[in-house]
């Protein structure tokens, strides 16, 4: 068995309106060089600005992930030469990033299942300008430059991950956090969020192995299916007493498995020296506030909360949890529903959540909506409808009913009630009139009922189903099941005591 080593090299694009050196927009899918000026394209002369936005982001990414922000940071030229970058180098930071020795805690289930508990340290993170977009077609290269100077958060962690699960599950997280924290959007399709896997095993004890670097994973998914079948693969060159080569290798999704694309024995010297033209940026009181101020409840936290405080198993908070915006809203709802005399806060937030998990999670993938911000039903609302279910005003399956209409018709589910009449009877005396007449009616089944004994419970729970059913329909809904159930039995009961009572 070998130990296995993988840091990952995360990149987000900050959700910065201007690009991170000039006031270039920054968005995806503009038309082909249309947000490009003199800076981003590296005309000679130009002179770059640093973008104050882009530092705050950058910063709060840092702080969430518990980095010590640095008295002084600054930027550097990295030197390379690639016609996605115009001016032959990429301005970053490599002496004095702004965030510094983090760590960011996971815990929760991995997607096999197994548990996952440990603390990932976080290298560094740093803030840089994108490269353009090579878009390669034939025989032909075709460039878009909007890309270029786009600003760009790189998180570095230590080689502390294991497992494909593991590594997927880190990228899991992060991506809801910097959702969490507003500062990227986390589509990894859009290359808003990439990451770089680089992974080594060696003999237990032995320490680092021989790293490879996998790119082109532009999913979670392949994230830990690129790396486990890196594992398997490192491993078997080792068992079959070859060397593994430092390489960079690429995920081809099409075949499931890494495919080599250059050998890098030696860190490439990318000359690095500061950057001239940009000031040191020495972060100031207020500054720092700013950052501390745009520091929300981080995913992590609100889940245990949620579990602690409204007693949710972890599987729903962590449904719930995945977007703040949905957490809000239920932290909205069971607010609104337990200022009730019906409802405890747990009551209400088990309720919430089961609308949540079952109906609104429906509603939401039938009719195509983004999340529930794109919902028409107000969290109010919501635990109007709550409320009078538990109230016992509403049946269960009218109470659904209430729900989709109130949410198509954005309208007040206590006027559709009233409009529909659908309020469930609470007068006992109008449902056992109906009770009565349905076992009037319903003769034949009343009598197989009350011959049928112990041994026959089966087909007794049939039949008492189907009368109850029946009352229901003769009330169009709004009996309570409950009540009508008891009132069949005991209109049903005194014979069904003789046939037992029989020697
Ligand atoms: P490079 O100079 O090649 O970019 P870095 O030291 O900057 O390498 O590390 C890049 C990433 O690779 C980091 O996430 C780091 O944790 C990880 N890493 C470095 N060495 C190894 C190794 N031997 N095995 C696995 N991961 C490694
Ligand atoms: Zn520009
Ligand atoms: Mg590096």
């Not at 990414?61 to 550097?76: D, M, Q, S, Y």
């Not at 991506?175 to 990227?184: F, I």
């Not at 949905?326 to 909205?332: I, K, L, N, S, V």
């Not at 959540?353 to 911000?373: C, N, P, Q, V, Y």
Request: hydrophobic share 40%; glycine share 8%.
């Amino acid at each position: 068995m070998y130990q296995s080593f993988i840091g990952l090299e995360v990149h987000i694009h900050l959700l910065t309106a201007t690009k991170v050196f000039c006031g270039c927009r920054s968005a995806f899918g503009d038309e082909p060089n249309s947000n490009i000026c003199p800076v981003c394209m590296g005309y000679p002369g130009a002179l770059p600005a640093l973008n104050l936005e882009a530092l705050r982001m950058g910063c709060t990414v840092a702080k969430a992930l518990n980095c010590g922000i640095p008295e002084r940071t600054w930027f550097e030229r990295k030197q390379y030469f690639y016609p996605d970058m115009t001016k032959n180098y990429q301005i970053s930071q490599f002496a004095s990033p702004l965030g510094q020795n983090g760590w960011l805690s996971l815990e929760g289930r991995g997607a096999d299942g197994k548990r996952i508990g440990k603390k990932v340290r976080i290298k560094e993170c740093h803030l840089e300008e994108d490269a353009g977009k090579m878009i390669h077609t034939g025989t032909a290269s075709l460039l878009d430059y909007n890309r270029a100077g786009v600003s760009l958060l790189e998180i570095v962690t230590e080689p502390d991950l294991e497992t494909g699960e593991e590594a997927e599950f880190f990228i899991q997280q992060l991506r809801r956090l910097v959702r969490y924290l507003g500062v990227c959007d986390g589509n990894m399709e859009e290359g808003s969020l990439r990451a770089d896997a680089n992974v080594s095993i060696n003999l237990p004890g032995r320490g680092l192995g021989k790293k490879v670097e996998i790119k082109n994973l532009n999913s979670s998914r392949f994230v830990r299916l690129g790396l486990n079948y890196e594992i398997r693969r490192q491993a078997e060159a080792l068992d079959a007493g070859k060397a593994v080569v430092q390489e960079t290798r690429l995920w081809n999704e099409n075949r499931d498995e890494t495919v080599p694309m250059r050998q890098k024995e030696n860190a490439q010297d990318y000359r690095y020296f500061p950057e001239p033209d940009l000031p040191v940026f020495c972060p100031d009181g207020a500054f720092l506030e700013s950052v501390e101020a745009a520091l929300v409840e981080l995913p992590a936290a609100r889940l245990k909360r949620f579990v602690a405080d409204y007693s949710l198993g972890e599987e729903q908070a962590d449904l719930i949890c995945e977007e703040k915006a949905q957490a809000d809203y239920f932290e909205a709802a069971v607010a609104a529903a337990s200022g009730t005399a019906a409802l405890s806060t747990k009551e209400a937030a088990a309720r919430i959540a089961k609308w949540f998990l079952t109906d609104i999670k429906h509603i939401l993938h039938r009719d195509g909506l983004s999340g529930i911000g794109a919902f028409a039903l107000s969290p109010a609302r919501l635990a109007a409808i709550t409320v009078m279910q538990a109230e016992g005003r509403l049946s269960g399956k009218l109470a659904k009913q209430t729900l989709e209409l109130a949410a198509a018709e954005d309208r007040d589910p206590e006027a559709i009630v009233r409009e529909h009449n659908w309020e469930q009877i609470t007068d006992p005396a109008r449902s056992a009139e109906a009770a009565r007449r349905v076992i009037a009616g319903e003769n034949a089944t009343a009598g197989e009922l009350r011959s049928l004994g112990e041994e026959n419970e089966k087909r007794r729970k049939t039949l008492f189903a189907y009368l109850v059913g029946k009352v229901l329909a003769a009330t169009e809904g709004r009996a309570d099941p409950k009540i009508a159930g008891e009132q069949l039995n005991a209109l049903l009961a005194p014979e069904i005591h003789t046939e037992r009572g029989r020697p």
